[in-house]
C-alpha cells in the first residue's frame, strides 16, 4: 500500500537534516557527490553520541565478571583501530575480491546502469504487441510506473489505460529471467522508448581499488578501500592475542569507515558509497557459539530499543536457510521502517551472523569454499590454493581445560549512519506546543534520547537586562565541562525553545527575573513540555543524573 504520509514525512526530515545542519551533501558547492554525504555540527556530535554509546554499552563500560541476562558466561570485550587499506590478500582470502559484486546491468539507449535485482517489470499488451515492461522505482511507486511506461509506449492517451493488458504482477526481471518467463529482447528498459536496450547482466565488484606508490602500474600494485571494518579484526586475531590478557569467549570492538562503491546509492544515507561500521568479532568455543548467537542477537536489539527506538518500527528478521551466507551458520537481521520504504518493508540497520571458523581458518589457510557441505580450501586447475592463506596459526590453545581449537565467531556488525538516520526518522515529530501568550503554535521536534541528542541543554536568559545574562553565562560555564550544552540570548524565548526543540535538546534552562531573587531556573522538557523551578546550584547534578 501507498505510504504517502511516510515519504512527504522523509522529505521533511530530510529537509530539516540539511537546514539545520545534520547532513549535507558531501561538495555540494559543486553539484555534490552521488552516495556520499558530510555531517554538519548538529549530525557530527548526534553520529559521534551515537558512536560512543555503542563504545561504552559494548565495550568500555562492559562488566566483564558479570554474567549479563542472557550469555552463558562472563565475558571480555576489547578494541582495535585498524587500516582502511589493507595486504590485497586479506580480500581474497576473505572472499570479497572474487564474491563481493552486485550484477549490473546498462541500457544501450539511455547510457544509464541499473542493479539487476533492483530492476522489476511485467508483461504489457495491446491490440497485439507485447512487452516486459521494466521500472528501478522501489515499493509503492513501481507499479504506477509501469502503468506510465506502458502507456507511453503504446501510445495511449489517459483514458486508454483501461485497454492495456496486464499479464500478472510485478515481478523481479532477474528471476523472471532466470525462469524463461521474458527475454531481455522483449524488455523495456526503465529509461528506454524501445525494447532490447539491456545489455546482458555484468558482474561489478563493489570493491573501491587504488594504487600504493608513486610506480604503481601493474596489477601487483592494486589495493582495495575496505568494505566492512572486519578483516582488520580477523588479521589482528593472534597480536590481540598475543599482547592482551583475554581469554576465550572474548569480543573485539571497532569503529570505522568502509566503502562500498554502491552502484545505486539510495534513500538519503542508507545506502552510501562511504560509511561507517560498528563491528564485534565475538570469538567463543565451537560448542557455545549457538547460545552466543542467540546471546549476541538479543542483546544487540535490546539496545536499539534503549536508546528509544520505536518498537513497532523494528523488527528482527532471522535470515531462512537458502538466504545464508555460504559459511553462515545463522544470520539475524535488525530492521527499520524507515519512512522511505513502502508499508509492511523495513531496511537492515544491523546484522548479527554465526560465522564459524570460516574467518580465521581463510586467512590461516586460504579462500575457503563449501563443498559437500565443508569448508574446504579453493584450489585453482594446478590443484594449489587459489588464494593463499597466511600459513599463520590463528588457533586458540585453553590453557585450563588444555583444549586447542579454532574459535567460532559471532559478529554483531551494524551500520553508524543507518544508525543514526533511524534515530533520526523516529525521533521526528510534529506536534502543537502553546507559544508565549498561550496560543498554539506548530513545532517540529527532535525527541531524541538524551545520549544522543547533540545538545544536552540550553541557558536562556529571558531578557538580556537585569543581570539575568551574568546568571545564565555562570549557569552556562557550571554545566559546560560536564556536558554539551549552548548559551542563546537570541530572539524571543518561544522562537529559542523552538530552535532547541527542531534540534532535539532535552531541557531548556530559563533565568528570568525570580532567578535573580531566589536563584532558581525554569527547567523545561522537552517531550511533556512540563516547566519546573530549579535550584541554580543543583541543577549539574539533577542534569547528570538524567543523562545517566
Ligand atoms: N562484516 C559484515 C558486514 O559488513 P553487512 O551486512 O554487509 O555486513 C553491516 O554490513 C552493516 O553495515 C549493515 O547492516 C548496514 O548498517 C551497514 N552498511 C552496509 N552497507 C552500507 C551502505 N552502502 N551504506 C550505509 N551503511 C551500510
Known sequence: MQNQNDQSRMDRIVSLAKRRGFIFQSSEIYGGLNGFWDYGPLGVALKRNLKDAWWHDMVAGHDELATLTGAPSPYEMTGLDCTIIMHPQVWKCSGHFDLFHD????????????????????????????????????GDEAAPETVARAQKFFGLRAKQVDEIEWGGGLESLQQAIAAGSATLADTLGPDATAPGSLTAPREFNLMFETRIGALAGDDDDRAFLRPETAQGIFVNFKNVLDTSRVRVPFGIAQVGKSFRNEITPRNFTFRSREFEQMEIEFFCKPADSAAWYRY????????????????????????????????????????????????????????????????????????LVRKDGELVVETGPDGKPRHKGSGKDLSYFDDITRERFVPHVIEPSAGADRATLAFLCDAYHEDEVPDEDGKPRSRTVLKLHPRLAPIKAAILPLVKKDGMQEVAIDLYRALKPHMACQYDEKGSVGRRYARQDEAGTPWCLTVDGQSLADRTVTLRDRDSLVQQRVAIDEVVDLLRDKLS
Not at 539511455?110 to 504489457?124: E, F, N, P, T, V
Not at 520505536?310 to 521502517?337: F, K, N, P, W
Not at 537492515?348 to 551472523?353: D, K, R, S, V
Open 103 to 138: 550484477w549490473m546491468i546498462d541500457c544501450r539507449e539511455s547510457k544509464r546502469r541499473y542493479r539487476y535485482d533492483h530492476l522489476h517489470g511485467r508483461w504489457a499488451a495491446h491490440r497485439g504487441k507485447k512487452v516486459f515492461v521494466t521500472t528501478d522505482a522501489s
Open 296 to 367: 549476541w542477537r538479543d542483546r544487540r536489539w535490546k539496545w536499539y530499543l534503549d536508546l528509544g527506538l520505536t518498537a513497532g518500527r523494528l523488527q528482527l528478521r532471522e535470515h531462512a536457510a537458502d538466504e545464508l551466507s555460504h559459511y553462515s551458520v545463522g544470520t539475524a537481521d535488525i530492521e527499520y521502517a524507515f519512512p522511505f520504504l513502502a508499508a509492511g518493508e523495513f531496511g537492515e540497520l544491523e546484522g548479527i551472523a554465526h560465522r564459524g571458523d570460516f574467518d580465521l581458518r581463510s586467512h590461516m589457510e586460504g579462500k
